[in-house]
Nanobody, 125 residues
């Protein structure tokens, strides 16, 4: 069993930055790929970014490319999402998740085994 806890959300003006953190309990974090999803009000969870266990492969949805950076530290059982040049459209609850399924299905929420509780990001215009 793995538990994930996110932090780092908040209210920021457009153009600002936030750094989200995800701390995992358990000793198997390094076996999973890590992803971040965002859920805006009234919408489903949407894929944002993912990173493989060794950090050898990283993938971003087009909307955040060049603005967001995903990273992980397996020694510390942590993951992060650096969010720069934030836009009002980025407003959502952000969740970290880890999965052991196929990397080719990384954008699908059903590919993930464990989820955090979410952290709210609000970007004002």
């Amino acid at each position: 069993q793995v538990q994930l806890v996110e932090s780092g959300g908040g209210l920021v003006q457009a153009g600002g930055s936030l750094r989200l953190s995800c701390v995992a309990s358990g000793r198997t974090f390094s076996m999973y790929y890590l992803a971040w999803f965002g859920q805006a009000p009234g919408k489903g969870r949407e894929f944002v970014a993912a990173i493989t266990p060794s950090s050898g492969n990283i993938y971003y949805v087009d909307f955040v490319k060049g603005r967001f950076t995903i990273s992980r530290d397996n020694a510390q059982n942590t993951g992060a999402l650096q969010m720069n040049n934030l836009k009002p459209e980025d407003t959502a609850v952000y969740y970290c998740a880890i999965g052991s399924g196929r990397w080719s299905k990384k954008e699908q929420p059903t590919s993930y085994d464990y989820w955090g509780q979410g952290t709210q990001v609000t970007v004002s215009s």
